[in-house]
């Protein structure tokens, strides 16, 4: 889930963090657009910059405004772009650039990590479509008890 909705409100180290991530998730954005413009232009030649622009900031609103819990989609960012990032690219890199057969001794080990990495990321998108329909019970903007508790006592 959202690992900063699980603080109080009124935890001013938390707030800092939030409006950090908040700055930092804004000033990304951009130059993320720009590497996928980048992309989309080397595949399909004929695309302009301005329709490959607004495909791609209208695909990411409409796909942001589909739900509003933040956990679900940190969780589908991690299975798929970290998991193959970490994984799966480096070890197939590896086992491309190698010569030899595919099952020889240097390459085995790579092997395992791209299935494990395949592995990992195919589970965790299967979870998240299967837990797709719990979505709406997401805790956002629910004041946690032990936040009652800390403003009562020291109210007391």
């Known amino acids: 889930g959202d690992l900063l909705e699980n603080y109080c409100w009124d935890d001013d180290l938390m707030n800092a963090a939030r409006i950090a991530f908040s700055l930092t998730i ?7 657009c720009l590497v996928t413009r980048a992309v989309i ?23 942001s405004i589909s739900t509003d819990c933040l956990g679900v989609v ?5 299975v798929v772009s970290a998991v193959p990032l970490a994984f799966v690219l480096p070890a197939a890199s590896y086992i491309k650039l190698e010569e030899g057969s595919l099952l020889s001794k ?19 998108l299967a979870t998240i479509v299967s837990t797709f ?9 629910h004041i946690m008890p032990y936040c009652y508790k800390l403003s009562n006592q020291t109210t007391d």
């Not at 804004?26 to 993320?32: N, V």
């Not at 080990?109 to 990321?121: E, I, K, N």
Request: aromatic fraction near 10%; hydrophobic fraction near 45%.
């Open 41 to 63: 232009s080397q595949a399909y030649r004929p695309v302009s910059h301005f329709l490959s622009t607004i495909v791609i900031v209208g695909s990411t609103f409409l796909i």
């Open 26 to 32: 804004l000033f990304t954005f951009p130059i993320e």
């Open 133 to 141: 329909s719990t979505v709406d019970r997401c805790s956002h903007g």
């Open 106 to 124: 240097r390459k085995l080990p790579a092997l395992g990590v791209a299935l494990f990495g395949t592995l990992v990321a195919t589970l965790g």
């Open 74 to 78: 940190l969780e589908l960012n991690g």
